[in-house]
């Protein structure tokens, strides 16, 4: 800019010659130059502009630059001429100057007239006694700060409509005081009324007391140093009423460089009615099994003596195949109702354990025979050739059962099945390894939930999306460990460990 102001005809303008120029418009014309910071000066009755090297960008391509030098501001600035103008006269007339902070003032520049904010201050240079001087406008654009602000805000309204429609409720607790803020349905849920933060202490005495060490626990581990800092648990809440409300609360904890947790926010969910159904199930289930169990067992009897009498009395070689095909479909009848019948044992805490000292790979061996009496499945064993365990007997075999019974029914077209036995100074570890269809691995956080199936729709696999489910309580009764890897189309491997002999199962 200082050389395009050396190079222009200002003898054509009202200031005339740079020669005749004032000390004062020199000196300012010198300190505007050398700054970085946006700077424009009016000078003399007519208002002749300048402006320095960092208030070029605002007059953006194709607007007022270059034309601007050396311009009457009224010429130059005629789209915004009735905003500036009485500013200008104010600050010429009083002296005092003016602060304008984000104002919106769009400019032409880039071939269109643009809005634009601005945050600038108009202060009057004197110059010589008798001499008209001028006003230096400070300025910086304010934008593209001006439109990041209406961004987030754009964005906070949305995230609040959505919280809206789907009746969440939000918090965001404060690790540090123990306390949180909730915005208005969480209020009310909790029976809190005025604005000031709510304390764990208030929360928990909502809670009712059945739940409150659950929900103090996990509040607790989500924050422990080295958690993963996830938070979800379902727990009921009571008001002053005595109304209660089962709720979902997720959510997950931020920690710092040291491990210290320094954010914990998330979200509460209604869950009554969802709960309330599921139970509803959940009895339905429980009545129909028990029902269906005397008929079947009494049928079972039938069979077997059925079963026998064909062997023994004289009939058609037809009556002994029906009478096969009959025991067979029963089997399978028996497998699913003994399934629905734990899980209900297990939601009533009642799944009984009968601890003994056996030989899981002896187990494990039996159990293959039995379940692949054709041999078409090609059984490789690896590890240990004998283990001992102190376990229920008949609830491992009911896991090993549903592991290899898996990795048949879901490898239809691979045969191998590898399953490792191997053990260290306190446990012991099983695996079974398939080559079928794998799992994607977004579903292997769920494999392990109640009437969990990957393909809930398809009928390629027959199933209720029990086995896991009841494999994986047994070996937490056992207090062991079941997990799997699995890649789709690549086969899975499950495993699970238990403790060689802990005097605690029960
Ligand atoms: P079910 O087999 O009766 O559906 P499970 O609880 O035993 O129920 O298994 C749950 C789901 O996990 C199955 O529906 C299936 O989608 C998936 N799954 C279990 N084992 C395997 C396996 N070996 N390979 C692929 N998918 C499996």
Redesign the pocket.
Known sequence: MGRLIRDFNWEDTSLGAPAGWSQSLLTTLSIMLNSRFPMFLFWGPDLIQFYNDAYRPSLGSNGKHPKALGQRAEECWHEIWPVIKPVIDQVLKTGQPSWSENELIPIFRNNCLEDAFWTYSYSRVFDEPGKFGGVLSICTETTEAVQSHKNIQNAKNELEFAVEAADLGTWDFNPVTFKFIGNDRLREWFGITGDEEIGLDVALAATIEEDRERMAAAVAKALEKGSDGNYNIIYTIQDQEGNRRIVEATGRAKFDAEGKAYQFSGILQDVTEKQQLQMRKDEFISVASHELKTPITSLSASVQILQRLVKTESSSEKMATFVTKANNNLSKLTYLLD?LLNVTKIQQGQLAFNINRFDLVELIKDCCEHINPLQDYDFVFMGDETLMVYADYRRIDQVMV??I???I???PRKKRIEITVIHDDETATVS?R?F????NSQ?LPH??DRY?????FGHQ???????????AEIINRHNGKIG?E?EVGN??N?WFSIPLDDPSIA
């Open positions: 399934d549903n592991l019974g898996n990795a029914k879901y490898s079974v398939d079928g269809i794998g799992i579903k494999l392990f969990y199936r990957v393909d809930a696999f027959s199933g209720l999306g029990l086995g896991l489910y009841i494999s799997v699995s086969g899975s499950f």
